[in-house]
């Protein structure tokens, strides 16, 4: 994806980097007078918000990639690629050159994208690491886990917020759209060249080298090629919608869950483990069914998810300052895509 949201999102996300590890403290209150079994019922919940956040970064970190990747070419065209550039350039000739004419669609390496991935990882994995304390017997008292709900919130409303980022800004394979139109201009100058042959050869039937048989035989591969490229430009299309559906629905599963799991840990002390076994089926479960396959359901949830952050006090103050951020971000990223 283009760098501008997120250089601006990794800074909101170690803002609350500290915060964020402490919400892992929510499964340790199990022990704060209530059953092991309960605490390890939350724990499993827990870990399974981790894994699935984990791919939710995993996916965002892949549609930011292929974003700014290039199509794959032939040997034949890479060699064709060099030697044009090579002959054509008036720049000194040096070894920089060369390789930027064998390959000049080389990725930027963002030193800044990879450690906002690196660090956003960490603090999942951290997440379920200090899970697994609950076998130490570690206490928690409940102003504590109050206070860790806190820090969940915070994550939980930025990857609603991502989701909504990608929903209104979808991803853009540039250089994948870029090979298209250039081939395509390539072959309109071919197209519209023929086509003044071929009227020049109706004035003058013996005008050219070439036989009318040939031009028109020309004209007709063009023609067929232009469908070809029409077929390219649709499968790039849809690469970029099927990255938006599988991106935003891993996002949301993760929405899904984390919110959900900090409505449990408020009424932990209140429900008992079978109330708890059967609520966290029914989280895991409603996750489940967030896939890409089924996107329109998914985005009207990602919708209705969001506005319920932004307009439930729990959410709301958490939501507002987070959303000022991804909007400015967003701005940046819609002026580069432009």
Request: aromatic content about 6%; glycine content about 4%.
């Amino acid at each position: 994806m283009p760098q501008g949201l997120w250089p601006s999102l990794r800074a909101s996300f170690q803002q609350v980097q500290r915060q964020w590890l402490a919400l892992v403290v929510v499964g340790s209150l199990a022990l704060n007078g209530c059953s092991v079994e309960k605490a390890r019922s939350l724990q499993s919940a827990a870990n399974q918000f981790r894994n699935e956040s984990l791919a939710a970064i995993d996916a965002i970190d892949t549609l930011h990639k292929r974003e700014l990747e290039a199509p794959p070419r032939s040997t034949a065209e890479i060699r064709q690629s060099f030697i044009t550039r090579i002959l054509n350039s008036k720049s000194e000739l040096n070894s920089r050159l060369i390789e930027a004419a064998i390959d000049p669609y080389q990725p930027p390496q963002v030193t800044e994208w990879d450690t906002f991935i690196t660090d956003l990882r960490s603090q999942y994995e951290g997440f379920a690491a200090i899970f697994e304390q609950l076998e130490g017997g570690t206490i928690v008292g409940k102003d504590e886990v109050r206070k860790s709900a806190e820090y969940a919130r915070t994550l939980t409303v930025q990857m609603a917020l991502l989701a909504d980022a990608l929903n209104k800004n979808p991803p853009i394979l540039t250089q994948y759209r870029a090979s298209v139109i250039i081939k395509l201009k390539k072959l309109r100058q071919d197209y519209q060249t023929v086509i003044v042959k071929l009227k020049a050869r109706e004035q003058d039937p013996y005008s050219g080298s070439e036989s009318l048989q040939q031009l028109n035989q020309q004209k007709s591969d063009m023609e067929n090629r232009a469908g070809e490229l029409m077929g390219e430009w649709q499968a790039v299309k849809q690469e970029e919608q099927r990255l938006l559906e599988t991106t935003v629905a891993q996002c949301m599963k993760a929405v899904v869950i984390g919110k959900e799991l900090i409505e449990i840990a408020n009424r932990y002390e209140e429900v008992n483990l079978n109330q708890l076994n059967t609520a966290i089926t029914r989280i895991l479960t409603n996750a489940s069914a967030l896939t890409g396959r089924n996107y329109d359901g998914v985005k009207q949830r990602s919708t209705r998810i969001l506005n319920e952050l932004q307009t439930d006090p729990l959410w709301s103050n958490v939501t507002r300052t987070v959303l000022d951020q991804v909007n400015n971000a967003t701005r940046t990223r819609s002026q580069s895509q432009n």
